[in-house]
């Protein structure tokens, strides 16, 4: 087991169990953590009642495209920041204390399910930010208004995400053959590809268009 591990980076190595801090202080360190259910469930009811809001201005053939391309692009998005953001190589060191915090410590404990999501204040903080941005999009493509149908669409895709990828660690493979093979995958990219391939957790979509595809057969 221990040559699957040679190429990988100190920083990177995964532990079979255990935990550690970000902060010293109790109460930001708090902060870091939450089950699952907790982001889950906010998120649900955000995309719930933005979609509510949305049906009361939009007909549903226009509602259902638009929220299935904020999904879609919730995808590519997954695999950008993953990619870019949390493996890219710097010598920046604002941005090795984002990767560290944001993932580099999932990658040390991925077996550690109170880090398997992103907690909530800083969810909230995030997901204004998208919403501002995808409305200035559409404000300049003509219609502000469809970032109100685009937005849920993009977050429930996150929701799936968070879910799929907290199954993946706490969860054996099940038998169901496309989606055992999205969990073997994702252990390809833990345990002997993380920083160059298999970026995709809920779909291997962008790691076919990118060519980030490991060549194992999974």
Do not use: C
């Not at 950008?80 to 560290?100: A, D």
């Not at 970032?147 to 799929?164: C, N, Q, R, T």
């Not at 994702?186 to 809920?202: D, I, N, Q, S």
């Amino acid at each position: 087991m221990e040559k699957q591990f040679d190429k990988i980076p100190e920083h990177l190595k995964p532990k079979d169990k255990g935990t550690d801090t970000l902060f010293k202080n109790g109460l930001m360190e708090k902060f870091t953590r939450t089950h699952i259910s907790v982001p889950v469930t906010m998120h649900l009811i955000i995309v719930g009642y933005v979609s509510y809001l949305a049906l009361q201005q939009f007909s549903i053939l226009t509602f259902i495209p638009i929220f299935a391309a904020g999904v879609l692009f919730w995808t590519f998005s997954e695999y950008w920041v993953h990619r870019y953001v949390y493996h890219v190589h710097t010598e920046k060191k604002w941005l090795l204390k984002i990767q560290h915090m944001g993932h580099g410590i999932h990658h040390q404990y991925p077996k550690d399910p109170t880090r398997l999501a992103m907690p909530p204040l800083p969810a909230l903080i995030l997901i204004s930010a998208f919403y501002s941005l995808f409305y200035g999009i559409f404000w300049l493509i003509g219609n502000a208004n469809l970032a109100i149908i685009f937005f849920p669409g993009f977050l429930l895709g996150y929701v799936g995400y968070i879910s799929f990828h907290y199954l993946q660690h706490v969860l054996k493979p099940p038998k169901f053959g496309p989606v055992n093979r999205l969990w073997k995958f994702h252990a390809l990219h833990h345990y002997k590809y993380p920083e160059t391939k298999a970026f995709g957790v809920t779909t291997k979509l962008w790691d076919i268009v990118f060519g980030t595809l490991p060549e194992e057969k999974v």
